[in-house]
């Protein structure tokens, strides 16, 4: 990665984590293609955020909000989405092999051709 693109990315996370507690990301929040492998997200109101493409390899994203959230083609492999809510989410094509979904909302998420290799799903996932 350029030392552009690294600056960039390191602005974008860092403004993740200074929002103000009360408030949220929203659909104009854009971290398409984002680095963020081994970040600590967890708990982030991340709604409706465009997450195309990102590189969230080894996350912690425990707790996170990602209702309608666009991670289709995101590496999400070996992250960790316990308790994470995915209700509506957009992850066709997405990298989750080795990703931990306990107790993870996947109602209306969108799973086409995502990779669930050795994903830890939830109890209440259909066919587990």
């Given at each position: 990665m350029s030392e552009d693109g690294f600056q960039q990315?390191?602005?974008r996370y860092a403004?993740?984590?200074?929002?103000?507690?009360?408030?949220?990301?929203?659909?104009?929040?854009?971290?398409?293609?984002?680095?963020?492998?081994?970040?600590d997200l967890s708990g982030l109101d991340l709604r409706r955020?465009?997450?195309?493409?990102?590189?969230?390899?080894?996350?912690?994203?425990?707790?996170?909000i990602l209702v309608k959230a666009h991670l289709s083609e995101a590496n999400l492999?070996?992250?960790?989405?316990?308790?994470a809510d995915l209700r509506g989410a957009n992850l066709m094509a997405a990298n989750l092999s080795g990703a931990d979904l306990t107790?993870?909302?996947?109602q209306a998420a969108i799973?086409?051709?995502?990779?669930?290799?050795e994903?830890?799903?939830?109890?209440?996932?259909?066919g587990t």
């Open positions: 990315t390191a602005r403004a993740l984590r200074d929002m103000d507690p009360s408030g949220r990301a929203d659909r104009d929040t854009d971290l398409r293609r984002a680095e963020l492998a081994g970040a955020a465009n997450l195309y493409a990102a590189d969230l390899q080894g996350a912690n994203l425990s707790e996170a492999s070996g992250a960790n989405l316990t308790g107790g993870a909302h996947l799973l086409t051709g995502a990779n669930l290799e994903t830890v799903l939830p109890q209440d996932f259909p």
